[in-house]
């Protein structure tokens, strides 16, 4: 059976004949007429099953069959891979994004973390956008919706929140427009090495083990999945792992004192709670596993007390979020390391790929981000951005915020697109060259 088209779904709900016209479509055909027997395909390739060999679980070896070939290849369709992408895109290149979800922006939408912290600095009287270029331009189109974002400005006093299905759509839409090639619910496992050079990866999904090649790999991934399985030195963390949900339905005003009701979003009566969590390592299974069931069960227990407390009886749990809160698990060691100490020093990058706005730690001050800190120390072909990139043990608390990752990945998509055009490897790439494209994109450099 063929793959399945957009012209396939326009037609299953009656809009594809209808469109171009205008006219209001109905839905089709009773949902029971929607199921059909159909020729087998070709079987899915695993090679033959694992086997037992004393007392050991062996795969057994096999040829990995390529989905497809591509200039760059993006690993994570959180904000980072999803800026990255579009950043590779409309610098000329062919670019695939391949996404674990079904849906794109990470912890800022599937994670339901809907503030995009670090966009400003303070000026005299009003504040100073740092986050430009393509951060921004997301930004705007979703402020442009209806119920999109609250407190976006370009001076205002508040850091921008978002509604997440509004992002979710947003994000799709303009990946689509730019031509990126797409492949949704696929976990990459594995590293496609020649030397200490990657490329490509493997990826797991209902269609069995393939293979992408790719000529640079941006490691979106937040985890480093990419560069650790290439083998590029990396620094583990512990941190605390948090699962957020939304309640719905909450009366205007103060909340009454101990009761928590979150931050404000564009929905009105409808409020995002965040959680810190336990630490734990967010890289070990069963630790993942009882952070989502502990974190349930604590949502239901405060929701509980919400009801209880007299003019809150109607507040509901309106949502979950389908991903846990990681805040750090592992991160690159990269030519350079991105440290608090130099951040407040306001130390000079000669090779700066951006400039985010303030945190609490920060003192009031910008930080500008080192294009090293994206590059590995030994393996080539290869990009991190995101939360992944080096950072020392505090700094990695500002890189995993959405502002900045917007940075590093626009910074790492034009770096891999240079590198493609260039025919060299991302660590050799002209950084004046990566600078002068950063700024046609409308990138912040200082």
């Not at 990995?64 to 409309?90: C, K, M």
């Not at 227990?301 to 009801?307: T, V, W, Y």
């Amino acid at each position: 059976m063929r793959p399945y088209s957009r012209r396939d779904f326009l037609t299953a709900l009656g809009w594809g004949t209808l469109a171009a016209s205008g006219v209001q479509s109905v839905w089709g055909a009773p949902i029971h007429e929607g199921s059909q027997i159909v020729e087998a395909g070709k079987s899915i390739s695993r090679g033959g099953p694992a086997i037992l060999e004393n007392g050991a679980v062996v795969q057994p070896r096999r040829e990995i069959p390529v989905l497809r070939e591509t200039d760059v290849l993006v690993v994570g369709g959180g904000t980072a891979g999803v800026v990255a992408a579009l950043s590779a895109a409309r610098a000329g290149v062919r670019v695939t994004l391949v996404e674990r979800y079904g849906c794109f922006g990470g912890l800022w939408t599937a994670g339901l973390v809907l503030i995009v912290l670090c966009t400003h600095v303070p000026g005299e009287g009003k504040r100073k956008k740092m986050v430009q270029g393509i951060g921004d331009e997301i930004l705007a189109r979703i402020n442009s919706q209806k119920h999109g974002a609250i407190d976006y400005s370009a001076d205002g006093p508040h850091d921008a929140t978002t509604d997440p299905e509004v992002t979710k759509y947003v994000l799709a839409r303009m990946l689509r427009e730019e031509g990126v090639d797409i492949v949704l619910h696929s976990w990459v496992t594995n590293a496609i090495m020649d030397g200490d050079a990657v490329r490509g990866v493997l990826f797991e999904s209902k269609a069995g083990c393939m293979a992408i090649r790719a000529k640079v790999v941006i490691d979106a991934t937040g985890d480093g999945d990419v560069f650790d399985a290439a083998g590029a030195e990396s620094i583990p963390h512990v941190h605390r792992i948090g699962l957020v949900h939304r309640l719905g339905n909450v009366p205007v005003g103060p909340a009454p004192e101990g009761l928590n009701l979150g931050g404000a979003t564009p929905i009105p009566g409808v409020r995002w709670v965040n959680m810190q969590g336990p630490q734990g390592d967010c890289l070990d299974v069963q630790t993942l596993t009882n952070c989502e069931l502990d974190g349930r069960d604590a949502i239901w227990n405060k929701l509980k007390q919400i009801q209880e407390t007299p003019g809150y009886e109607n507040v509901f749990l309106l949502d979950v979020a389908s991903q846990l809160g990681v805040r750090a698990s592992r991160t690159l060691v990269g030519t350079q390391e991105l440290r608090l100490q130099d951040t407040l020093e306001q130390k000079a990058y000669p090779d700066v790929i951006g400039v985010g706005g303030t945190y609490p730690f920060l003192k009031k001050l910008p930080c500008p981000i080192p294009y090293g800190s994206l590059v590995p120390v030994r393996v080539d072909n290869l990009l991190a951005s995101g939360r992944c990139v080096a950072a020392d043990n505090t700094m990695l608390n500002y890189t995993r915020l959405i502002a900045p990752c917007m940075l590093t990945g626009q910074a790492a998509g034009a770096a891999a697109a240079l590198a493609v055009q260039e025919n060299c490897t991302p660590r050799t790439v002209d950084v004046a060259k990566l600078q002068g494209l950063l700024r046609t994109q409308g990138a912040y450099l200082g």
